[in-house]
Each structure stands twice: as structure tokens, then as C-alpha cells.
């Protein structure tokens, strides 16, 4: 539920970057259009001061019973565009696409309505999904108490004998075929540590305010230059796998069947992330027993 909310967020954001688009060609046609209509005004209005007009246009204008105004206009602006103002066709042409514009805006518009209510109902299950699984946890623990605690310790610290084993093997040999750390890791890392204590919050990617996971990987990255997907799951399907034993400062370590979670690893078996609702972001001891796998922005 709450990779789906962040997804819906994450649309949300491009569409606004869309609608701001298309606000802004709007804008610069209505100025072009208002500029093309000012020059029509004043070449007929100056025709009219030189009296260097046809003699079928001065009676037009002359006339004030036997024809409309749309007629007399449509005479005046031809007598204007006759002049050099330009053509009718790049005058009409100039309409269709702002009408066109404003059909697409209106498109854009009503999209970002049905995303903000999708994404609200996504947010809502997803906020229930969490406090329901808080509630079952804390059950389990009043139930079943120091037998839970001693066997997660048991199982993260045989968890961590078998990294330190990898580890060491991996010094012991020469891996040519795995892609060298960024020379970015260190501002990611920098960047991420600089929100600690921001809150949790589903979706959330605003420094200083609120992350959710993958939103503080993301965002901190972001700061560091290297762009890289927005959620933990297209996170770890897009960027380059490495093999845990060979994890840097800066790398992404995943937890969850189905992909989750997301961390940041800052080296001394810690990662700095953005865990659940009701916590903040912060650092924590890797607990390599439910890493899933761990991948390198570049």
C-alpha cells in the first residue's frame, strides 16, 4: 500500500511539472497572440489616418446601417493584414493552438484531481495496513516476549558472522566485473544524515518536513547529483545489484518480500533511513538477516 500511495505521489509531482509546462506555453501564446491583435489595431488604424484605403473598405466604414459589425471587422482586419501585419493563417493558426493548450491543461488538470483522490485512498489503507501490523506485533511481543527477543538476536547475530565471513572471503579474491563505488557516495550520505530526526510519513519526499524510505534514498541521491528511481521496489529493479559482501558507504540495502524497504549504508555495519510510521529517520544496525539485496547508484 504504500509503495502504491508513493507511486500515485510520484506521478502527482511529474503532472504538476506538466501543468506548469503547459501554463507557461499558454501564457507565452496569449502575449503573442495580444502583441499580433495590437499590430493589426494600429496598421488599420494608421490606413485609416493616411486615407490610403480602398474605396470598397471606406464605404464599409462608412456605413453604419446596411452592415454588421462582425462584417465591417472582417473587412478592417483584411485591409489591415493587406498592409503586412501578416496573414490570416498564422493569425488563426496562432487560436488553434492556445485552444489547444487550454484542452490540454484542462486534461492535465482533471488527471491531478483523480491522482490526489486515488493517491488519498492509497494513503488511508496503507496508514490501516501499518497500525494493523504495529498492533499484531505488539501482541506477539506481550505474548511471547524474551523467546521473540532472544531468537532475533540469534538470528542477527549468526546473520552477521555469516556477512563478516563473506566479507572477508570477498577481500581474499579479486572481483573485476563489479562496478566501482560513486564518487558521490559521500554528499548522499551527507545529505541523508542531515535529516535525521525528520518524521516518517507514507509517500513523503520533503527535506526538513517528512520521508518516507525510498524518499529519503532518493531525495539524497537527488542531492548528490545521481538520479535514481523513486520507490524502494523500482529502486532496486533499476540500479545495479552488488553482492553484500562487497557493500560501500552510500550503497542501498533492500528488506521485504515483496521489496519494502530501503536504507542507506554509512560503513560499521549501520545504515541511516527512514523506518515506519511514527519514527523518524535515523541511524540503525543493519540487521543482515532480512536484507534482501543490496544495489549501488552510480
Same mark, same amino acid.
Given at each position: 500500500m504504500g509503495e502504491?500511495?508513493?507511486?500515485?505521489?510520484?506521478?502527482?509531482?511529474?503532472?504538476? !511539472?506538466?501543468?506548469? &509546462?503547459?501554463?507557461? $506555453?499558454?501564457? *507565452?501564446?496569449?502575449?503573442?497572440?495580444?502583441?499580433?491583435?495590437?499590430?493589426?489595431? *494600429? =496598421?488599420?488604424? $494608421?490606413?485609416?489616418? $493616411?486615407?490610403?484605403?480602398?474605396?470598397?473598405?471606406?464605404?464599409?466604414l462608412s456605413s453604419t446601417s446596411s452592415l454588421t459589425d462582425s462584417v465591417r471587422k472582417k473587412y478592417l482586419t483584411s485591409s489591415a493584414l493587406n498592409t503586412g501585419a501578416g496573414n490570416t493563417d498564422a493569425l488563426q493558426g496562432l487560436i488553434d493552438d492556445l485552444l489547444k493548450e487550454r484542452a490540454t491543461l484542462e486534461k492535465q488538470r482533471k488527471k491531478a484531481e483523480e491522482l490526489a483522490k486515488y493517491a488519498a485512498g492509497r494513503l488511508s489503507a496503507a496508514e490501516a495496513l501499518a497500525a494493523d501490523y504495529e498492533a499484531r506485533q505488539a501482541a506477539a511481543e506481550r505474548e511471547l516476549g524474551s523467546l521473540l527477543r532472544s531468537e532475533r538476536q540469534r538470528r542477527e547475530q549468526a546473520a552477521l558472522e555469516l556477512a563478516q565471513r563473506e566479507a572477508e572471503a570477498f577481500k581474499s579474491k579479486k572481483y573485476t566485473n563489479i562496478v566501482a563505488p560513486s564518487s558521490q557516495a559521500g554528499s548522499a550520505i551527507k545529505a541523508a544524515l542531515s535529516q535525521l530526526g525528520v518524521r516518517y510519513r507514507f509517500g513523503a519526499k520533503s527535506p526538513g518536513s517528512a520521508f518516507?524510505?525510498?524518499? @529519503?534514498?532518493?531525495? &539524497?541521491?537527488?542531492v548528490a547529483g545521481v538520479g535514481i528511481p523513486r520507490t524502494s521496489r523500482t529502486q532496486y529493479a533499476g540500479l545495479t545489484r552488488i553482492?553484500?559482501?562487497?557493500?560501500?558507504?552510500?550503497? @542501498?540495502?533492500?528488506?521485504?518480500?515483496?521489496?519494502?524497504? !530501503?536504507?542507506?549504508?554509512?560503513?560499521?555495519?549501520?545504515? !541511516?533511513?527512514?523506518? $515506519?510510521?511514527?519514527?523518524? =529517520?535515523?541511524?540503525s544496525a543493519v540487521s543482515w538477516s532480512r536484507v534482501v539485496g543490496v544495489a549501488r547508484p552510480r
Open positions: 502504491t500511495y508513493a507511486l500515485a505521489v510520484n506521478d502527482m509531482e511529474d503532472l504538476d !511539472v506538466e501543468i506548469k &509546462a503547459t501554463e507557461a $506555453r499558454i501564457a *507565452q501564446k496569449e502575449k503573442e497572440l495580444a502583441a499580433m491583435q495590437a499590430e493589426l489595431q *494600429q =496598421v488599420a488604424l $494608421r490606413s485609416l489616418i $493616411r486615407g490610403g484605403i480602398s474605396n470598397s473598405l471606406s464605404s464599409i518516507d524510505c525510498s524518499g @529519503l534514498t532518493s531525495w &539524497a541521491w537527488g553482492p553484500t559482501a562487497a557493500i560501500q558507504p552510500g550503497d @542501498l540495502i533492500f528488506s521485504g518480500y515483496p521489496i519494502h524497504h !530501503v536504507g542507506m549504508y554509512i560503513g560499521g555495519g549501520q545504515m !541511516v533511513h527512514a523506518p $515506519r510510521t511514527g519514527d523518524v =529517520v535515523k541511524i
